[in-house]
């Protein structure tokens, strides 16, 4: 209550300037095509209600990168003094001047101030309009889309605008041109598919989300028994002895391992036990912790390889290489809307959590002084984010617009300073997209082709945000024994092929700079900029990789061989996790953002420099000495990770 008191006075000093005589609208954001497979569908009715979120532009974003090293970096002196969720919140909190100037046109055309919520990170304002009023706010118009294979409908337009005096102050609005609102229903061409085709090996088209892919079921006498076999197979045991971690055997309460997935993805309980049997006999009815975000549900009432993959196999194995800590379920929303990466943001923001103008008595009794600068109660996010984050889900970035990405790849950095690791899968499509996609033509605006076809290469999101650490997939090479051999692992090429690039929206950052130039100086690619962006200035990807192939996972009541990224970085999730563990025992904090220590001490992952990445009818690139856009720095070599984070 007593903020929008606060704000209406604001609001009247700023209401003249925002006539629509001095003000015009500019359009904001614009996009010339839906991303492949959404189909533009008829106007949305006028009196549908819509959740209006805009994003305000925020404070200090220039100071985030420095700010970040200075927690992360090596060599730096406050190394792991990460900060709390309060101050990042003041920190970044878009000024007073900005949350005002827009208030006030909300209020000029007709969204009373009560109607409007604002973040306690003060980054959002959020509204219900109806498709009427917010065509007329934005200068849009909406129609439905529909999604040709999975049916999904979305509210989309093709550009919208804000007054002119607004433009710096607002990053975007949603929903209006992103096609982020859902991540769900798998490939189907890469999963149901193959599920009835076993052992067909090459898969596109399809606007897929990535999620493993399934090669085969096997029968439970076919399940190896003896690491000499892991070329074949790859089973809990086969990555101790490849990345040499032993089992965990400690379960510090400050530490914590976090992995996502969105509704109506979900595990089955029997499967967990499944496995169990088999590969950690002593977790036979361990179950993950369940994060809801969004009325997120575990559902069973479809089951099939399509709605199970992804979180059997992850939480099989996360559950598996960290026990006996435990995982975290970060399910993300219901059956019927689904979510988005942002959503997920949202519900482990500890800055975000009552809206202003709230009426909830027990909340409203606990603010300081309203005029006295605010800054909203600390810790009060739904859920804390876990030390470890791993998801292994992704856009292709040609799919959301760069304002967007910007903005969401801001909240990694943020996580990053509270002393989170956050991890995204690479991509399985080599330099192709999701679906194996490529573009034709440069700019936002160029459309997709098939990938067969050729075109440009296609980066995911948001594995070109300089903030996250990206996870490409490698493999046992056929015929190495990783009980003997010195390096018995190369790129993934079976079935799927590591996601790897450099991206069109993100910058070089200055941690990995010297790995890039060196990579383009001693192995320049045979590609010309039609192909990718080759000014070596900009982000290249993966950064690590892990083992993504041949994995046996119970699924469904069966056995199953499954590959992707998907399956690295949840793997590299469990070991960061361990090490965290090690850390947190002797007392020192976790080991947050890993970029510039990886970058700074390459020696402690093991170099691949055999198999290529390829897609866009092209080998793609190919692994090499050192850093390259296909497998990143490596693999773990876990005594040597250690070592190295302890002595931080
Ligand atoms: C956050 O850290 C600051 C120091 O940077 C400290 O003053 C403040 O009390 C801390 N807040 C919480 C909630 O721990
Ligand atoms: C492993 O799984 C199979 C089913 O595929 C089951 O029959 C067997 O009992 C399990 N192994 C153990 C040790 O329980
Ligand atoms: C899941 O199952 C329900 C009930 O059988 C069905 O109505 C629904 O369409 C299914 N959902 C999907 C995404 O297939
Ligand atoms: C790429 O775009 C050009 C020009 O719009 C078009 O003629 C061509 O057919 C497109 N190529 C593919 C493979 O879609
Ligand atoms: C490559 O990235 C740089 C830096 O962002 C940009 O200036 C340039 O226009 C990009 N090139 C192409 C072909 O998109």
Redesign the pocket.
């Known amino acids: 209550m007593f903020v929008k008191t606060l704000f209406s006075v604001a609001a009247f000093a700023v209401l003249t300037g925002a006539s629509p005589v001095t003000n015009p609208h500019v359009v904001h954001e614009k996009r010339s095509s839906a991303p492949i497979g959404w189909i533009k569908r008829e106007p949305l009715e006028s009196r549908a209600v819509l959740p209006i979120s805009i994003a305000l532009a925020q404070e200090n974003l220039d100071k985030g990168y420095e700010w970040l090293m200075e927690v992360s970096h090596p060599t730096s002196s406050k190394y792991g003094q990460h900060w709390n969720a309060s101050d990042i919140a003041s920190a970044f909190a878009p000024s007073d001047d900005t949350v005002a100037a827009v208030k006030a046109w909300l209020v000029s055309a007709g969204v009373a101030s009560h109607r409007v919520e604002q973040s306690d990170s003060r980054g959002w304002l959020k509204f219900k309009a109806t498709v009427e009023e917010a065509e007329e706010l934005f200068k849009a118009k909406y129609h439905i889309y529909e999604h040709s294979e999975t049916g999904q409908q979305h509210a989309a337009c093709e550009e919208y605008s804000v007054p002119a005096s607004l433009k710096e102050k607002i990053d975007f609005v949603t929903p209006t041109v992103h096609f982020d609102a859902k991540l769900r ?1 798998r490939d189907e061409n890469s999963l149901e598919a193959r599920e009835k085709k076993p052992g067909h090996d090459k898969t596109r088209g399809g606007p897929g989300h990535g999620g493993p892919k399934l090669k085969n079921w096997i029968p439970y006498a076919n399940i190896i028994k003896q690491l000499k076999d892991c070329d074949k197979q790859i089973t809990p045991w086969c990555l101790r002895v490849l990345y040499k971690f032993p089992p965990g055997f400690t379960s510090n309460p400050k530490n914590s391992y976090g992995i996502v997935e969105y509704t ?1 993805q979900a595990y089955v309980p029997s499967d967990l036990d499944l496995f169990f049997k088999n590969f950690s006999m002593k977790q036979v009815g361990d179950r993950p912790i369940l994060d809801s975000i969004d009325g997120g549900v575990v559902q069973q ?2 089951m099939s390889f399509n709605f199970n993959g992804e979180s059997d196999l992850d939480l099989e194995y996360a559950m598996t290489l960290v026990y006996p800590q435990k995982v975290t379920l970060y399910q993300v929303g219901d059956e019927v809307e689904g979510a988005s990466f942002n959503d997920f943001l949202d519900g482990i923001d500890a800055s975000y959590c009552t809206y202003e103008g709230g009426d909830d008595p027990v909340q409203d009794a606990t603010y300081p002084d309203p005029y006295g600068g605010y800054q909203g109660p600390k810790d009060c996010g739904k859920y804390a984010p876990t030390k470890v984050i791993s998801t292994s889900y992704g856009y292709n970035e040609h799919d959301l617009t760069p304002a967007y990405e910007q903005r969401q790849c801001n909240e990694y950095m943020k996580l990053g300073m509270l002393g989170v690791s956050v991890l995204y899968s690479s991509g399985d499509y080599g330099v192709a997209g999701n679906g194996n996609t490529c573009i034709n033509g440069t700019g936002p605006d160029a459309p997709y082709q098939d990938g067969t076809l050729g075109g440009r290469f296609n980066p995911s999101f948001p594995g070109g945000c300089p903030y996250v650490t990206s996870v490409g997939a490698t493999q046992v090479k056929p015929g190495a024994n990783v009980l003997t051999t010195t390096q018995p692992e190369m790129a993934c090429e079976t079935v799927i092929y590591s996601g790897g690039g450099f991206s069109n929206v993100f910058p070089l950052p200055s941690y990995q700079a010297s790995a890039v130039k060196g990579w383009f100086k001693a192995h320049p690619p045979p590609y010309t900029a039609a192909q990718f962006n080759n000014s070596q200035t900009t982000r290249g990807f993966p950064d690590i990789s892990a083992n993504g192939a041949n994995y046996v996972i119970a699924i469904d009541g069966q056995w199953g061989l499954v590959y992707g990224t998907s399956a690295s970085s949840p793997t590299l999730g469990s070991i960061l996790t361990l090490i965290n563990e090690a850390r947190l025992n002797s007392g020192k904090s976790s080991i947050g953002f890993i970029n510039p220590v990886a970058y700074a001490h390459p020696q402690v992952f093991n170099d691949i420099t055999e198999g290529n990445n390829p897609g866009c009818a092209t080998d793609g690139f190919a692994a090499t000495t050192g850093w390259d856009p296909v497998t990143g720095l490596g693999t773990p070599n876990f005594p040597k990770m250690l070592k190295l984070f302890l002595s931080l």
Do not use: R
């Open positions: 229903a109506p009432t479809n």
